[in-house]
């Protein structure tokens, strides 16, 4: 009769859930062991990103992508390859996944 009662009513089921977590917080609640402390200064976004040399791929279709410059292989010619830019195979690349602009 109890579990139809569950299935019926929300209710009875919240009132279940509070009395299990109360009973599971008796039993295994402990003091918090270490202390949380406030940064001392903020965080913005621009700290977050690595700071690193890296190449900006715009794509025919729009897409923006960002990628590391040693992803880049050399081409002993002085310059750098394309081969980090795309999977390998021609077949794979359409005309928006072409490759408009490179910063």
Do not use: W
Not at 20 to 31: H, Q
Not at 37 to 55: A, F, G, T, W, Y
Not at 59 to 77: A, C, D, H, V
Request: aromatic letters at 6%; a neutral charge; glycine letters at 6%.
């Amino acid at each position: 009769a109890n579990l139809q009662n569950l299935l019926i009513n929300d209710a009875a089921v919240r009132d279940f859930m509070v009395e299990d977590f109360d009973r599971l917080k008796k039993k295994y609640a402990t003091p918090r062991r270490t202390k949380i402390l406030p940064d001392e200064d903020e965080k913005m976004e621009i700290d977050l990103v690595q700071n690193e040399r890296s190449v900006i791929i715009v794509t025919r279709g729009g897409y923006i992508k960002r990628m590391p410059l040693k992803t880049f292989e050399s081409q002993n010619r002085g310059t750098r390859g394309k081969k980090g830019t795309s999977s390998g195979n021609t077949a794979d690349i359409s005309d928006d996944n072409e490759i408009a602009h490179c910063f």
